[in-house]
């Protein structure tokens, strides 16, 4: 059985969700995605990703301003 995590790094995120690694590095600079450090590792919560993805649907995501915030 495979494992389900609920948390990923932004390279794990990137594949999950096909957002390129850039951008989605992008959204976790300008905090369209929260994350939880550890050290220099972004962790996203997996449900976060899904809630982000549902409130952006048909946005372009490299245009910031258009780029919706999702809170924990």
Known sequence: MAEIKIG???EEA???TGIGRNTM????????????RIGRKAII?????ER???A???????N?????????
């Open 52 to 54: 982000f993805m549902a």
């Open 14 to 16: 990137s594949e999950y």
């Open 25 to 36: 590095r992008k959204l976790v600079e300008w905090e369209k995605i929260p994350v939880l």
């Open 45 to 49: 919560r997996r449900d976060v990703l």
């Open 64 to 72: 910031r301003p258009e780029v919706k915030t999702v809170r924990t």
């Open 8 to 10: 990923m790094t932004i």
């Open 56 to 62: 952006n649907e048909g946005k372009d995501l490299r």
